[in-house]
C-alpha cells in the first residue's frame, strides 16, 4: 500500500499547476483519482465532475484550508478566455452537489472565493 503525502499549499496556482498527477487526493472520507478523473464519495458513489468542474476541484484541492479567489480560478481554469464568474459558481454548486451531505466542506470566503475545509492528502497511484 503507498503511504500517504502531505501537500503544501503554495500562496498563488496558475494553469501550469493544474497538470494531471497519478495520484489520489483523500478528503474527509472522499478520494478523488485524478488520473480517472474520478470523486468517489464516502457512501461509495463515484462521479466523474466535467472537465471545468474538475479543474476547480483539482485547484481547491493543491489550496485546500486557504481561500481561492474567484480571479485565480477564472485565471487557472478559463486562462485567456472572457467568461464571468457565472462559471465559476456553476462549478462550486457542481462540487457541492457532488460532495452530498458534506457540501459544507465547500466554504464561501466573503469577498474572496471559496476554501475547500478539510485536510487533504496525496497517495501516489500504483
Same mark, same amino acid.
Given at each position: 500500500m503507498a503511504s500517504l503525502v502531505a501537500v503544501p499549499s503554495p500562496a498563488r496556482v496558475g494553469p501550469q499547476a493544474l497538470t494531471r498527477s497519478l495520484g489520489v487526493w483523500l478528503f474527509d472520507g472522499f478520494?478523488?483519482? %485524478?488520473?480517472?478523473a474520478l470523486l468517489t464519495r464516502p457512501d461509495g458513489l463515484a462521479l466523474m465532475p466535467?472537465?471545468?468542474? #474538475?479543474?476547480?476541484?483539482?485547484?481547491?484541492?493543491?489550496? /485546500?484550508?486557504? /481561500?481561492?479567489?474567484?480571479? #485565480?480560478?477564472?485565471? /487557472?481554469?478559463?486562462?485567456?478566455?472572457?467568461?464571468?464568474?457565472?462559471?465559476?459558481?456553476?462549478?462550486?454548486? #457542481?462540487?457541492?452537489? /457532488?460532495?452530498? %451531505?458534506?457540501?459544507g466542506l465547500l466554504k464561501t470566503v466573503q469577498r474572496c472565493g471559496y476554501c475547500l475545509d478539510a485536510e487533504v492528502a496525496w497517495r501516489p497511484s500504483g
Open positions: 478520494a478523488y483519482d %485524478e488520473g480517472r466535467r472537465p471545468k468542474t #474538475e479543474l476547480v476541484l483539482m485547484l481547491l484541492l493543491r489550496r /485546500a484550508g486557504s /481561500a481561492v479567489s474567484r480571479t #485565480e480560478l477564472l485565471d /487557472a481554469v478559463w486562462p485567456g478566455s472572457d467568461v464571468g464568474d457565472d462559471n465559476v459558481t456553476q462549478c462550486i454548486t #457542481e462540487l457541492r452537489r /457532488a460532495f452530498g %451531505e458534506r457540501a
